[in-house]
């Protein structure tokens, strides 16, 4: 149960009709990639844009904007740093035109290129990489003479992941960064075409999914559908969002994230058998996989732990009590479901370990007879550069402790973390085009190749 | 999925420490019994009663309540008609002194007992049934002398269900009516006491449950643990707290919720077998029986639908659209799960059969073979009279179609409802201690022998 | 500047028309009476209440309510204390029917009555004079068999200030206490009739002022208008609503607050004439005396102070500094209008004196050169129990020091009351028909001789 | 009673101790400048800014910062365009380093300057020429490698009006326009200094006025106080904020603003003498001239209309009746200070004069005998374009109407204006050293003049 930051979720749709209901479709289907803030951009003569802190149900309360064409965007919610000032779409206004952007992803370079921005002039606002984003792409836009050129030239200094959404003349742009970090998807319906972060955004408005938007591709939705393509690098597609971040019924990369997660559940229990009665996920992190587990393993699939849905964004422990019992308060164990038996119980990746550790001190409460954990992602060791955030190395207990000893602290009676190549094989990529850097430390993007600004 | 409405839940705990934590994560526990409205009424030298509109996170935001004893009282939400002024708790004083009250439940001689205590002098401020309990126990509380006394005078006049919780004289009371209809427990950790409408209550606060709630007692929780009971009649537990209403983790009238759901699963795949490569259920209300049904049927379990959990209670769909586009924000097919695949799809009741001719359509959509819908209770009837608001009778699809005009009305390929005897066996109560009036038309208050009320 | 509490505007209409708007905008021009909580209850077929805290543009803003029969009410403001629960209109409901009711005013043998109440058989779910009224208008009714009966029989029992307005039966029903007390009026537009505490707010809905509600009247308006009686007793008009509560533009007991004002100014001039250069009032509430002084005197009129509009209800002194920071950020000296000259500073009252110091101060701070201090009321030693909080009795500087005493602690270069007589000459009204207790400590009610209710 | 537009107050102080409650009591002086928006920025080690819609004590309820020095600002209510990106102090960041501003004025070279500034690179995310003159203080000074440098060579380039305090590098710089348009005070209390845009803001927080901020001044108060200048103009302190804006109480360009009200109602007096009983303002616009009028006259000042204080900003016309109602809502007559009277109606300005005619239907309701209207400014002919939105040259009801004309349209018995010498000579500053540029059209800045920016 990873807690991530600074993803987001973006959404874009080009239309003969207005576009209001299916953008607010589109990202509510998307909420899961970020709850803190809530905005779209929408082009009649002109671009309006409305965004504020809160769901898009909040949001977009008694709100309705006009226009056929528009993008939208949600943002994660981060305790503290979550301003106004840093919700997107972003608006900009330069010698050029104007346009308005919403990004996801993690830019890596940002602090050299904001200071050779600066240094050439650019004044900012705001500490988001997205303001930096827009004023690059603004910069050799008016250097260039040509958007989409503009686009590909901010291409080659761009180090990270980004997948963004481009509102700008009448048209909506689409692009992907060179590895193609976070999924990014194509969808149609008769003459209207819509881009989003996961195809379950375009089910809902009953669109079809035409493809991935590639790596490096700037695709131009206009009067007809041009695709460009920036600076070729290696894939790396982000295995976190196969094991835990898309929502399982979205379709990335043209792989079902829910067949992934029920093959990592296999796979688990290949590698790491475990004598026990039942099967059971830590909800709703570890539910897919665990499905895989118990039909791999021919162990009977049960529940037992019960989701608290009610937490709500005013949710306070009173009075600063201890962190066990968040937990408590999130997770209560299925008495009969548990009491003496032997439990496999799955979830996705463990960072701290710590609510793993009270989930177990709950569940043997509830008398189980032994916890065998099982985790359907390899032990997490570096820190993330492009999008999810994952605190500092020192804080993952698999940088302090080998594998006896995450068992011990935790308390478990067997741990076992899926291989790295049986993730690769789930997954069912090819090892050279995802990105495993939190595993391995090999992060895709080496940082002395990078192309300097000038 | 049946939409219920006057569900509450209640809590109650007398201690020798403060009691404020303890009652916010009681109810907190209790919050899927009602979303509506929240408050509590907590006791020093006086009583002093804060409830608002809202979850309890919100209604508690910043609040804090000293006392060692002390009530609590969630509301369930119902479009319109929901208002401040029923919130509960209900302070009341009177000649005989004062109490808060809190209650869950519905009183069905409401009109006239209340036309009967108006003719005796009463006036009422509200339309709620709390308040006219609240005025009967204080008129019979001020004649008879005796507080406990005026209780059970009271229960020989109220007809239906009500688990009340009641803070007077530095004690709590807790009333059940005579047959038992809505669950209500007894939870103990040393010298603290605590009453909960579900077990799940005491968990989180580390209380051991010690038993239900007998039907028909007044358990008084003072300085010691007295057991008073008012009129005998035959125990009629309602048969939907175990099929839909209470939480799976939760024991109520000392039986395990989630292994009732299972065995009502398993019960179904003996009694209406199907066809099928694929179990999956209509989350979450199907969940645990389709786990039961799955592995008594052996066919693999799986999940076809992914819920969006970010509804939230500004949820409208914008520009008032069909209610077929809310189901699709709600529920997303899995497809890779649905595909091909001739599927068993489990919920626990068919209301109007609207929201599931809607998802069969969406699961069709993504071209699953086959869809055999299995009901894990029998057809709904009649209107319930006990606190589980069912539409009126002739919304029922049940009341106007027989199996097979049904089954083609939402679009299955074949349709099973569990049987009267498979839902009594699988609950393992006597059929003549449950309550099956919706189900059977036989309720367990014949109105005419109601007492008089003089 | 007293500040007062329990002070409250009632406003009642019936007309061919719907009546929202005439209720929203009388409500409005009463809200000097009230800014803690607003409501109305209007009457279709039947009564429907909707109100809440805040100030009447916040309560109603977005909120219509349908029906040509209405009432209305605005609350003051405390700290603290001010809960939902005692917002009005307040509505009941008894054997005899129901009805609708809001106050002005105060009982004060409220707890003797709420006890008998209560032995008689009485519940109270708040501790609001209101529903005791409402309780005991419904019991008398009940016993009587008419409702006007009810009424009079009613105001038997109750002692103290009530201006009370009822919606009943699609009536309007205006009773005021029989010594007059509280200020209410009638209004007249073609056959449209309203009641209200000031005619101003008649005139904002172009109506005309018929007449006063008398004392010990019950004015029954229905198809027609009908006037009742209840006891006789003598009038005591507070000159406390002339001095200060009522609005200059009002017409009350048949006299112009206005020329009052301006009256006990030119009163006070002849009475209490300085050596000054220029008359100046303490905004708003010494400015018409002032006019009159400055005219009587003719010594010139100046605006010496400005006052800061912006309070706001939740204006708080950051970092609980001192009062005298509260003063300086709502008055601040005109310094040209003060510098080197001899004032005479004008103000309706002195109740604690730490405010007039602390202006004082501030004015001597701008270089006055002396500070005349003219109050057009005469000391107040007494408190009132007729509705207008102003603190205890050991608080009233005037009950613990003399004038000298007064003017040294104040810090002023000259201190005068107006006299007894200046007042009741300046108000025009027999010294018989004013309640003067305040001043006095001759209240119009003699405790002992109170009827008891059985 | 004009409804000025884009004006602000702008505040920013400097001390050995806390700042945070100076700067809050200072904006709450200056609120009457703008009610839209409000904001700090606040320097410890780094800047921190908050800013939100809503007042003073809305915006910084339960919020404190820490900090030493600091800077604030207060924007006007418009209807519509108000929006949290337009709230100031702004922050922004470049190669320079990074400072917060706050602007009150309006550059009248907007659009120009931003058209070059965006062909030189720049890229703006906002509309507000906050914005614009953040971005070239930040180019300049990079080109120049000195902050004040940076200012002077921005002042080259700026046309129209400002009053700018700026946070930066642990000094408050504060700049005025070379014209001097906006006023513009310098306080001081021991080592603290602060600036503001009117006196009352020193006077709140016990500071003493020392001195205004010269015209083109720019102010730097860190360790020491330094002053530089940018280019010379010629004079033109706006003649509106003494005649309406600035508050009574303040003291700026070193003139009373109360002295000069009080001159232009004795000019006025002089210049426009009417058969009249009384004297009366319309409150609070009118009251200051009105009493010079009174002195000068020798006739009765009184007060006529009664002010609701209690508007609020959800103040909305129920039904969207007509715009009489609002006046209706707003201004209600004291009758017996109207009735059979010959009335001086005195206001500060006529815009449109549809207020003014409802104004003088309500009085002549009221049964006044003679209204005389009497405006302590010359008629306005020409739009501002300095910082005072008076509508469109075509709305001027003095562009359209001799006074005849005009007089006829309010429906007053006579109607005079004062004259401009008169104006000027009230004022007692040069003809040359005021804008005037409503009233003669003659513009202090001359386009064609204007410097262009390379």
């Known amino acids: 149960m990873i807690k991530s930051r600074d993803k987001c979720g973006v959404f874009g749709i080009k239309s003969k009709s207005g576009v209001f209901d299916r953008i607010y479709y589109g990202l509510y289907a998307l909420q899961h990639r970020g709850q803190e803030s809530a905005g779209m951009a929408m082009c009649t003569d002109h671009i309006r844009v409305h965004k504020d802190m809160g769901l898009v149900t909040e949001v977009f309360n008694h709100i309705h904007l006009e226009g056929n064409i528009g993008i939208g965007h949600v943002r994660y919610s981060t305790t503290g740093g979550s301003k106004i000032e840093n919700a997107q779409p972003l608006f900009i206004q330069y010698s050029g035109g104007n346009f308005a952007i919403a990004h996801n992803g993690n830019i890596i370079n940002y602090a050299e290129l904001r200071e050779t921005l600066e240094r050439r002039g650019s004044i900012f606002s705001t500490t988001s990489d997205t303001e930096m984003i827009a004023q690059l792409i603004a910069q050799e836009h008016t250097k260039l003479g040509d958007f989409v050129e503009g686009i590909k030239s901010a291409m080659n200094y761009l180090e990270g992941s980004y997948s963004l959404v481009i509102l700008c003349d009448r048209k909506i742009i689409a692009v992907r960064d060179p590895h193609g970090f976070r999924p990014f998807v194509l969808g149609q319906s008769g003459e209207d075409y819509a881009v989003a972060s996961e195809s379950c955004a375009l089910d809902c408005i009953n669109m079809k999914l035409v493809r991935d938007i590639k790596p490096s591709e700037i695709l131009v939705i206009g009067n007809c559908i041009e695709s460009h393509f920036g600076p070729e690098k290696r894939t790396a597609h982000c295995m976190f969002e196969y094991v835990y971040f898309a929502r399982p019924d979205s379709i990335i990369n043209g792989k079902s994230v829910y067949e992934i997660r029920k093959n990592l559940g296999k796979t688990l229990a290949e590698e790491a058998p475990a004598k026990a009665d039942r099967v059971i996920p830590v909800p709703d992190s570890g539910r897919t996989a665990s499905i895989g587990y118990s039909r791999e393993s021919k162990k009977t699939y049960g529940e037992g732990l019960m989701k608290n849905r009610?937490?709500?964004?005013?949710?306070?422990?009173?009075?600063?009590?201890?962190?066990?019992?968040?937990v408590k308060m999130k997770l209560n164990p299925i008495k009969s479901g548990i009491e003496g038996k032997s439990l496999v119980l799955v979830d996705d990746s463990l960072v701290r370990g710590t609510t793993m550790k009270q989930l177990i001190q709950i569940i043997k409460e509830a008398n189980?007879?032994?916890?065998?954990?099982?985790?359907?992602?390899?032990?997490?060791?570096?820190?993330?550069?492009?999008?999810i955030d994952m605190q500092t190395q020192t804080e993952f207990i698999a940088s302090k402790k080998d594998i006896e000893g995450i068992r011990k602290e935790i308390g478990a009676d067997s741990l076992a973390y899926i291989s790295l190549e049986g993730l690769i094989n789930a997954i069912g990529e090819p090892e050279s085009e995802l990105c495993l850097a939190c595993l391995t430390g090999e992060y895709p993007i080496k940082r002395k190749e990078q192309t300097k600004l000038l």
Chains 1, 2, 3, 4 share one sequence.
């Open 310 to 326: 009610y937490v709500g964004r005013t949710f306070i422990i009173p009075e600063q009590e201890n962190r066990e019992m968040e």
């Open 368 to 387: 189980a007879k032994e916890v065998h954990v099982r985790i359907s992602s390899p032990p997490i060791r570096y820190p993330c550069h492009y999008g």
